[in-house]
C-alpha cells in the first residue's frame, strides 16, 4: 500500500489538514487564473464611465484649467494599425492605471509642446498597450482631448529600456513628441517597451 | 466539521488571493532630521592685561554638543599675550560618546611666571579640575579654576617716571579739587568746618601711592563652567565667584593723628553668574545673567569730609546692575562719553581709568544660537599711560568674575516626502501566475484523490 494513503488513514489529524489545504490550493488557483479576468472587468466598467466623462463640459472646463486630478479623463488615444481605442485619465499611480493607461503628471498636456508622456498596461486592465512591440516607423497615433486633437508619427522603431531609465520621460521644451511606456517582455516587468512619435498635426490644438 | 473545512479554506483562499490581486500598500514617505544641540559655558575669576600681556586666573571651560563630543577644561593661571610669561597647564577632560567618562581631579600648583610678568604679578597657588561624560546618551561638561592669592605691583614701573612728567596730568586734576571745593564752601557755608581739599597733599599722595605701593591686592574664588543634558533641556551655566580688590594701600592719617593703611579703593565683589537654556521638546533657547552687586569703598580722607557735608556715605557705595554715579563725585568720576555704562575716572588725561560694574546682557546670534554674558568688574586704569611711559601702553587691565554662556539647537523634524516612484510604471503582472494557478489546480486534485484514497 502506497505509505502516504497509510500514513493518512492512521493519523486523522493529516486528513482533516490534507482536507483543509486542498480546499485552499483549489480556491487560490481559481483565483490567480481568473485574475486578468477580473482585470478586464474593472477595465471595461472604468472604461464605460471615462467614454460619458470625457465628453462632459465639467471635463472640458478642468482640462482647460489644468485641474485635473488623479483618475480624471484626459484624452483619448487610438492606434489605427493596433486598433486601439481607450480614454487614458491623469496619473501613473496603480489606481489610476485601473482604466488601462495613464498620463505622466510631470508631463505636458496631450498636444503641447513638449514631451508627453503616457503608461499602458500590456497583459491586464484591458491591455491596451499589448501590441506596441509590433509598430513600426510611419506609424501614426492620435490623441483626442477634450478641447482638440492631434496626431504623432512614429520616426524610430520601439526600444527596450531599464525600468529605472527616467530619461525617455524628461520633458524637452524644443520637440514635440509623444512617448508610451509599457512592460516588456509581454507578463514581465523586467523592462520597459518604450514608442516615441513626433508630433505632425494639431500643433495648437491644446494651446 | 465538513462546513468548517470548506469556510476555513475558502479563508486561507482568501488571503493567499490577496497577495496575488492586491497591489503593494500606499505608505506616505517620511524623511526625518534628528535633534541637532550644542552649549557652552565659560568664565574666568580674574584677566589681568598689562601692556597687552598677562594672565587669566581661575579660568574654566565647558562645551557639548549633540554628537556626544564633550571638553571640559579647568585652569589656574593662563598666558592670554603674545609674551611667554608662565602660567599653569590646563587641566582637560574629554570624551566622545556614550557611556564615556574622564574625571581629572583638582590639580593644584604655584605657576612660575618670567619676567617681566613676575615682577609686576605675584600669584599664589592656582587650580583646576575639569568631568566629561555621557551617560545614557546625555552628555555632561564641569571645569573649574581657582587662584588662591594674586598680587599685582606697577610701582616697580612707575617708580621710575619723575612726578615733574605727570604735569600734565594735574591740570585737569587740579580744576576738579577747585570744584570740589567751592561745592563744600557753598553747602558749608561761610566760615564752616570742613577744611578745603589740599591740592598738593591729595594729588602727591596719589601720584606717591602709584610710586611706591603694591598697586592691586586681589583675592579672587573659582570660576565654574558647566553645560549639563537632561531629557528635556541643555543647561549652559557659567558662575565667578568673586573677590576683593584693594586698590593702591596708602597710609592715611585719621583725625586723631593716628595712622592707618588702608586702600585708597576697596572693590568687594560678589559672583556673577551667565545662564542659558535651550528646550529640546520646542527647539527654543534663553538666556539669563546675574551680575554681581558691588561695594565700593573710598578711603580718601576727601570723603569723610564731603560725607559730612552732604549726608552720602562717600565711603561705601553699593552699586546696583545700573551704574550711576554719585552726583557731587561726578566731578572726578562720571559716565564715559562713549560708553555711559562705563564710569570715567581722570577721563581725558594719561591717567584715565574706566570702571564698569555688575554688567550683563544676553543676545541672539544670527545662527539662532541664544548666550548671556555677565561681568562684576572691568577696570581699565591708566588707559592712555603709555603717552607717559611707552613700556606700559594699554594700561592695566583687569576683569573680574566674567561668566558666558551659550546654548542652541534644532528639534527633530518629520518631514512628509513626495512620492518619487523609483522606476517607470509598472503595467504588466506576472508570467508566471497561469503556471503558478495551475500548479495549485493540479495540488489541489492530488490532495482529494489522496483523501478519497484514503478512506
Known sequence: ?207 | MRTIKRVGGMAVAGLLLSSFVGGPAASAQTTSSPETYLGSAAGHALLLSIAGNGVSAGSSSASLDSTLKVLAEGTGVLNTGVLPLGGTTPVRAEVSGDSTRDAKELSCVTPALTAPLNTLLTVGVACGSALAEVQGGLPKAVGTGTVMDLDVMANTVLSSVPISALDPVLQPVLGTIDTINKLVDNLDGEGGTVPDLKLDDSVTELLGALQSTKTLDVRIGDSVSQVVTSGDTVTSTATSAGGVISLLPVSLPLADGTVVVKPIVEIVIGSSRASAVYNRGGGASSGSFDPSIVTLRINLPTTDALGQVTGINFQEIKIAPNLQAVPVAAALAAPCADAPNEICVLAGTPLETRIAVASGRTFTNPDGTVGAVADAVKVHALKNIGSLVAALDGGILLELAHSEALVGGQAPQTLAMPDIPRTLPRTGSSSLLPVIGLAGLAAAFFSRRALVRSH
Open chain 1, 1 to 207: 500500500m502506497d505509505p502516504v494513503i497509510q500514513f493518512l488513514r492512521s493519523n486523522p489529524w493529516a486528513r482533516r489538514g490534507l482536507s483543509f489545504f486542498s480546499v485552499a490550493l483549489l480556491v487560490s488557483a481559481l483565483g490567480v487564473l481568473g485574475y486578468p479576468v477580473y482585470t478586464n472587468v474593472v477595465h471595461d466598467r472604468e472604461q464605460g464611465q471615462l467614454d460619458r466623462e470625457i465628453a462632459s463640459d465639467d471635463v472640458a472646463r478642468a482640462y482647460r484649467a489644468r485641474q485635473l486630478k488623479d483618475g480624471d479623463p484626459l484624452t483619448r488615444i487610438k492606434i489605427p494599425r493596433l486598433g486601439v481605442n481607450t480614454v487614458v485619465v491623469e496619473g501613473t499611480s496603480s489606481k489610476a492605471l485601473r482604466a488601462g493607461a495613464g498620463h505622466y503628471p510631470n508631463t505636458p498636456l496631450p498636444c503641447e509642446a513638449g514631451n508627453v508622456a503616457i503608461a499602458g498596461h500590456r497583459t491586464t486592465y484591458g491591455k491596451p498597450f499589448a501590441d506596441l512591440d509590433r509598430l513600426k516607423e510611419g506609424d501614426v497615433i492620435i490623441l483626442e482631448t477634450p478641447i482638440g486633437s492631434c496626431t504623432y508619427e512614429m520616426e524610430r522603431a520601439p526600444f527596450i529600456v531599464e525600468p529605472t531609465d527616467f530619461s525617455v520621460v524628461t520633458n524637452d521644451p524644443a520637440k514635440s513628441i509623444l512617448t508610451l511606456t509599457t512592460c516588456h517582455p509581454r507578463g514581465s516587468a523586467a523592462k520597459r517597451l518604450i514608442v516615441q512619435a513626433t508630433l505632425s498635426k494639431g500643433a495648437g490644438a491644446a494651446a
